[in-house]
């Protein structure tokens, strides 16, 4: 099954960003296909390179650079990024920042569009 | 995208206008989806309902006031705009306390226009 998937919620503060993660990482297992990730509302902070999180910790925007970098197109809305100060010099590498349009055909090309993390 | 079925895309508003921006970015997601020839509908549940609320002043909040843009989803042929009578009941309003027209629905209704859905989209 194609899945596309929506992140609403920032990092570390709830548990949506690793749910959304673990959700892939299971269904890349399984065989299925990951046809895109959006980061929408807090979401766009999953990205932010900056954050140095202890050592014993995951680290959120590496992980999902890592899945980036596996060839799964990462997408962060630029109006939402715009309003939280997410821009080119503060992402990490394999994801890109683009418009909802991105998120719309994602709703559209994937078989089940999963969402993580509406407060 | 030319002969496919369009994709039925449902909005589903459920926190109240302020205190989150969730609405607000909800109302974003809509108007620039809402270009984009799909099915879309939204439909205000529980809190949800308070956004569309006549009459909000935000002033004192120093937020922005955007309740009026849900005039213009009429201008995107948005007009499958539900709201869950219970939730509206719960609150003390009626569909004349609404800025826009709406259908008023019973929520084993609304639950089945979303099985009909292709997307649901939470705000």
Not at chain 1, 58 to 66: A, D, G, T, V
Not at chain 2, 79 to 107: F, H
């Amino acid at each position: 099954m194609k899945f596309g998937i929506l992140i609403q919620d920032g990092p570390y503060n709830h548990e949506a960003s690793d749910s959304a993660y673990n959700f892939i990482t299971a269904a890349l297992e399984r065989g299925h296909t990951i046809q895109g990730v959006f980061f929408y509302n807090d979401g766009v902070y999953n990205v932010n390179k900056l954050m140095d999180p202890p050592q014993d910790d995951r680290n959120i925007s590496k992980r999902w650079s890592e899945l980036g970098a596996k060839g799964i197109d990462i997408v962060v809305c630029i109006a939402a990024a715009k309003r939280r100060g997410i821009n080119n010099d503060v992402i990490v590498p394999n994801v890109r920042i683009s418009g909802l349009g991105q998120l719309l055909e994602l709703a559209v090309e994937s078989d089940r569009l999963i969402t993580f993390g509406t407060g | 995208m030319a002969e496919k079925e369009k994709t039925k895309i449902m909005f589903v508003m459920r926190k109240a206008a302020h205190g989150s921006i969730y609405a607000y970015e909800g109302l974003e997601a809509i108007l620039i989806m809402g270009a984009f020839e799909q099915e879309i509908s939204v439909a205000f549940i529980d809190d949800g309902v308070f956004v569309l609320k006549k009459e909000q002043d935000t002033k004192s909040l120093g937020v922005k006031e955007f309740s009026k843009t849900f005039r213009t989803l009429e201008d995107y042929d948005i007009t499958n705009i539900y709201v869950d009578r219970e939730s509206l009941e719960q609150r003390g309003l009626s569909a004349d306390d609404l800025i826009i027209p709406v259908k008023v629905m019973e929520a084993g209704e609304i639950a089945k226009i979303m099985e009909g859905q292709h997307v649901l989209l939470p705000f």
